[in-house]
């Protein structure tokens, strides 16, 4: 059974850092498409981060140059750094899993096409 269990939200002021953790179990991250969500009130779920295989990532452009997503393939886990944080970045923060016949398909996957999620952290920045 697949599980993703995420950790690290809470309140922060503007300007400060979170770091978000994901952990699988039931399922190996080193060879998935891992995701990192958001979805704010009366929006749809965004994706803010994805990564696959060695370290091949992408972000939104929104959180380019603050937020930076990783994985550690020993603890089958993949984290959000999140630094500089803005109002605009409160959000439920999701992790999500998937894998794709082309590998390069999870850089700009869509959240419909993951399988996986675990049951969200709130980020909230005041």
């Known amino acids: 059974q697949v599980q993703l269990v995420e950790s690290g939200g809470g309140s922060v002021q503007a300007g400060g850092s979170l770091r978000l953790s994901c952990a699988a179990s039931g399922y190996t991250v080193s060879s998935s498409c891992m995701a990192w969500f958001r979805q704010r009130p009366g929006n749809e779920r965004e994706g803010v981060a994805f990564?696959?295989?060695?370290?091949?990532?992408n972000h939104h452009d929104s959180v380019k140059g603050r937020f930076t997503i990783s994985q550690d393939n020993a603890k089958n886990s993949v984290y959000l750094q999140m630094n500089s944080l803005e109002p605009e970045d409160s959000a439920m923060y999701y992790c999500?899993?998937?894998?794709?016949?082309?590998?390069?398909?999870?850089?700009?996957?869509?959240?419909?096409?993951?399988?996986?999620w675990g049951q969200g952290t709130q980020v909230t920045v005041s």
């Open positions: 990564i696959f295989g060695r370290g091949n990532t």
């Open positions: 999500a899993a998937a894998r794709f016949p082309i590998p390069s398909m999870c850089l700009r996957a869509p959240a419909a096409s993951f399988g996986y």
